[in-house]
């Protein structure tokens, strides 16, 4: 018996031994040497690291305040946060209660937003480069007999473009993880709403919407904790040649990063672990404020 239970727990460690060491080097060690990172500077003489303190931070501090680029980077990252929880999530619960209630045309609608989900984020990001760079120009070109610029290529229409692409591609994966959490709602809850009367709008905010809402705040939390982080696509889309009135905090940290020399990486790592202080206390308290306002279920 107990040669059985010892080839089973050897069984058990080999197969989590490879992830388990994936995580303590590239997340736990990754992580602990870029906190150090950010009280070192690299000395060209010494050729290594050297320990400044806190001077990286405060350079941090420094360049924000001082540097108006960073101004148009948390405007812009600012927009996308609000965009993606105002139309993206609420719509991703829209869509998903119209598909649950199966209303008119909701195989179509579930297999449209679904695809970007399903099929490789860059096949879907080349054909919709393509639609809105090859494809609708020549279009409106035909209808119009006017000369039209893609809306990726123009900067003045990037922006809005970029948002509306993020937000489908979005869709998909809160809807499917909304319709699970709204299929495990009980018949016997949606029979006696009926009953009392509830309707398809009553029956959406009285009964679903409190039943749904901690996936909700799931949700609504971790787009709030991806605040600096989130890029937009941008990368993909432009490479690091994206124009400056798109750029947000996540895609020049992604770009830096690329670019960087030793000496730029200190400072980097100083201005991650600012943002993490500043967006770990606002992540909790944002989510206790979530779940004190939320409806209850009681």
């Known amino acids: 018996m107990r040669s059985v239970k010892t080839q089973d727990l050897l069984f058990y460690l080999s197969l989590i031994a490879w992830p388990v060491i994936q995580f303590l080097i590239f997340y736990v060690a990754m992580n602990i040497n870029s906190i150090m990172l950010s009280f070192q500077d690299w000395d060209a003489e010494l050729q290594r690291y050297v320990w400044v303190g806190l001077d990286r931070i405060a350079l941090v501090f ?30 991703g619960v829209v869509v998903a209660y119209y598909i649950y209630k199966k209303c008119w045309g909701w195989n179509f609608f579930k297999i449209l937003l679904f695809a970007p989900a399903v099929i490789s984020g860059l096949v879907i990001l080349s054909i919709f480069k393509q639609l809105a760079d090859a494809g609708l120009p020549v279009v409106l070109e035909k209808l119009t007999g006017k000369h039209y610029v893609g809306l990726l290529t123009n900067a003045e229409t990037a922006f809005v473009t970029i948002l509306i692409y993020n937000v489908w591609f979005g869709v998909g994966g ?57 890029d937009m696509g941008l990368y993909a889309i432009y490479g690091i040649e994206a124009d400056s009135r798109l750029n947000n905090i996540g895609y020049y940290l992604y770009v830096a990063v690329l670019q960087g020399t030793r000496s730029d990486y200190t400072f980097l790592s100083a201005m991650g672990l600012v943002f993490t202080a500043v967006v770990i206390p606002l992540t909790l308290l944002f989510r206790w404020g979530l779940n004190k306002i939320g409806p209850s279920t009681d």
Not at 62 to 91: C, D, E, H, K, Y
Not at 176 to 204: P, W
């Open 62 to 91: 420094q360049r924000i305040s001082s540097n108006a680029m960073f101004a148009t980077l948390f405007r812009n990252s600012a927009i996308i946060w609000i965009f993606n929880l105002t139309v993206g999530l609420f719509l």
């Open 174 to 230: 809160n809807m499917l993880l909304y319709l699970g959490t709204m299929d495990r709602i009980s018949d016997s809850v949606i029979e006696s709403a009926r009953l009392e009367g509830a309707g398809f709008l009553r029956e959406f905010f009285s009964i679903t919407m409190p039943l749904i809402y901690p996936t909700f705040v799931v949700f609504v939390t971790v787009g709030f904790a991806s605040f600096f982080g989130n």
